[in-house]
């Protein structure tokens, strides 16, 4: 079983490049033969949420037209592209005021959440080694963190200690502190944490850096875009922003609760005296300088095109809107659930939310139920429980998913529905 990146070898009878083109037509129905084969519309089926984040549907197409127009232009070459550079200034200004960030903070594009967390990590190991001669670095960090900090540190060797979580699912602060030394460059919190939508308290985070003079980094890749909205609406969140003075660095998706088209999230950093560790300008080679906006070289301009034109589309009224309908959403959900034996929601403060499995139940079996009946989400293990990701969908649906849900539970308890009686689906 695999989700986020299984795929199965297939064997292919011939040869499957061409020896000769085929036309545009040929081409068109190719791809539209894939298209048909992907589940990726909630309004289609009954209920695909956690993996578009794309269910304002103008906003969508505006972003598809943008991304379009744009896409061939490489941002590397910005002196050939005062157009795409202005246009990519006016972003991060965006971000700046829709994200409450102070004036003087820096912006970076990058290609998705993951990027912007190897990048706080990248950032964070050469200050250490720049200020602190930390040769070995670690990081410590809560257990619920992203993967993606893993796989980077796995990459550039840095050992990584996820901190076990305290008993209401947040990181273990105290836990975190004891596990800092000398060899520690970065800690770092969620806001909120992709598995159960919960955050960290980033205040308290944010003192032990400053105590043990550490980077910290906050990743609000998930929430960046939504939080700022959500409490203008009222409600309360805690602090996770560069309103804490221990946080250096701050990742933001746009992709996400930005709206943009994949694939673009954003890394910020306090100022430019944290952005210069960052900043890799080579020059060790035949051809001269090379800058780039972030780890990547080549980056096509079509995602910040449509994130200029999602922002300047939808504007703060459209977010508000936006963010008060994924409210909705959770209340609707936390409602009608409350109403099903076997099932019960984990209170989470944004983005997310998990639904936790009676024991026994077997978590596939429910999933699988659900896929049957085109309805959608995804698992989490500790404790076993479906993810669903609030995304501004109608109250269609929620019900529809609500109703499958409702009919899957008892069938896996009786086993009518079972592992061995599904139909393969991941
Ligand atoms: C909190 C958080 N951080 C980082 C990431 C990684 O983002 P990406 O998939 O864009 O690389 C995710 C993805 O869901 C996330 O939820």
């Known amino acids: 079983m695999g989700y986020f990146g299984g795929e199965q070898d297939i064997e292919f009878a011939g040869k499957v490049f061409p020896d000769k083109g085929a036309t545009r037509e040929e081409v068109m129905q190719g791809l539209s033969a894939f298209d048909a084969m992907d589940v990726t519309d909630i309004y289609a089926h009954n209920t ?11 906003a969508a197409e505006i972003a598809k037209d943008a991304n379009r127009m744009f896409l061939r232009r490489n941002y590397l ?35 998705g959440g993951s990027e912007s967390l190897y990048s706080a990590i990248a950032s964070a190991k050469e200050w250490g080694k720049q200020e602190k001669n930390i040769l070995k670095p670690e990081i410590v960090v809560p257990y619920s963190i992203h993967t993606a900090f893993s796989k980077w540190c796995k990459y550039a060797s840095i050992n990584i200690k996820r901190i076990p979580l305290g008993k209401d699912y947040r990181a273990d602060v105290a836990a975190i502190e004891k596990a800092i030394t000398k060899n520690t460059i970065l800690i770092a919190g969620s806001a909120p944490c992709w598995p159960y939508g919960l955050f960290d308290d980033i205040p308290a985070l944010g003192a032990v850096a400053e105590k043990h003079n550490v980077w910290m980094h906050v990743d609000g ?29 701050i990742s933001a998706d746009l992709h996400k609760h930005g709206y943009s088209a994949k694939p673009l999230s954003s890394i910020t950093f306090r100022n430019k005296d944290w952005e210069q560790y960052y ?34 589309f939808l504007g703060e009224e459209g977010y508000l809107e936006l963010a008060k309908r994924s409210m909705e959403v959770k209340q609707r959900y936390l409602d009608k659930i409350s109403n099903i034996d076997g099932v019960e929601c984990f209170p989470s403060d944004l983005c997310t939310m998990t639904l936790r499995l009676e024991k026994g139940l077997d978590l596939f079996a429910v999933m699988g139920g659900l896929f049957e009946r085109h309805s959608y989400c995804l698992p989490s293990f500790q404790p076993p429980a479906l993810k669903i990701v609030l995304d501004p969908v109608t109250d269609e649906v929620v019900d529809t998913f609500v109703k499958d849900l409702a009919e899957v539970i008892p069938l896996v308890k009786s086993g009518e529905i079972s592992i061995d009686n599904l139909k393969p689906w991941m």
């Open 48 to 58: 695909i949420q956690s993996t578009t984040l794309m269910s304002h549907l103008e």
């Open 77 to 111: 070459y910005k002196e050939l592209l005062p157009g795409c550079t202005q246009m990519g200034l006016e972003v991060k200004q965006m971000i700046k005021e829709m994200l409450r960030f102070p004036q003087d903070s820096r912006v970076r594009f990058t290609s």
């Open 221 to 249: 890749c998930l929430g960046g875009f939504q939080s700022p909205f959500v409490e203008k609406l009222g409600q309360q969140l805690p602090t996770w922003d560069f309103r804490v003075p221990g946080v250096r660095s």
């Open 279 to 312: 900043v890799c300008s080579a020059s060790d080679w035949p051809d001269g300088l090379y800058s780039t906006e972030a780890i990547a070289g080549t980056t096509s301009a079509g995602p910040i095109a449509s994130a200029w034109a999602v922002m300047k």
